[in-house]
């Protein structure tokens, strides 16, 4: 049996305040960063992201009151 083992981060993408109308809360999305992509971006930075998305059944977003 082979273990691997992968850097990998969770990081909360938000939209930037100029991009939003006033009074309004801004849009979040979580990504997942692997490899070499992990600590490649610090908090505050303004970043342009191009993905693939990958759906996996079963897995539902968590509500938090």
């Known amino acids: 049996m082979v273990c691997r083992f992968a850097n990998k ?3 909360r993408l938000q939209e930037t305040p100029d991009a939003i109308p006033e009074g309004e809360t801004p849009h ?13 971006a610090k ?9 693939t998305l990958e759906f996996l059944q079963g897995h539902y977003p968590r509500v938090v009151d």
Do not use: F, H, K, W
């Open 9 to 11: 981060q969770i990081v």
């Open 43 to 51: 908090p505050g930075d303004r970043i342009e992201v191009c993905v």
């Open 28 to 40: 979040t999305v979580s990504l997942c960063l692997y490899n070499t992509m992990v600590d490649a």
